[in-house]
């Protein structure tokens, strides 16, 4: 379907969701996320300042470097890895079809 993209999101359980995600509506992946119900609190509403929609990048999809704020609530977070990111900075769009994620563990 044209303006849509495919991605997978690994719950926290370990659970993969096959999700749709459209292109033309500036959403980022915290937001697809909450769409589906899935466990993403996005509690500071996308502006990278609570690591809640903390994930991990699973597929081989080059993103934009994180932004210095996004940098400053990773080294805040718990878990961290190489590929951690959060998901209200990852926007959706056309190069992103197959991106996979991982939720990361809260506390």
């Known amino acids: ?3 849509m993209i495919n ?7 370990g659970q993969v ?5 459209p292109t033309d509506m500036n959403m ?3 937001e697809v996320c909450k769409s589906y ?3 993403v609190e996005g509690t500071c509403g996308g502006m ?3 690591a809640s929609c903390h994930m991990y990048i699973l597929s081989d999809h080059t993103l934009d470097p994180p932004s210095e704020d996004e940098e400053d609530m ?3 977070a718990f878990f961290v890895e190489d590929n951690s990111r959060l998901g209200c900075q990852i926007k959706i769009t056309e190069d ?3 991106l996979e994620v991982q939720l990361a563990q809260v506390e």
């Open 7 to 13: 991605v997978k999101v690994t719950d926290r359980d």
């Open 1 to 3: 379907m044209e303006g």
């Open 17 to 21: 969701h096959e999700l749709e995600a």
């Open 48 to 50: 990278a300042l609570c």
């Open 74 to 76: 990773l080294d805040q």
């Open 28 to 30: 980022n992946m915290m």
């Open 37 to 39: 119900e899935l466990p």
């Open 96 to 98: 992103l079809e197959g």
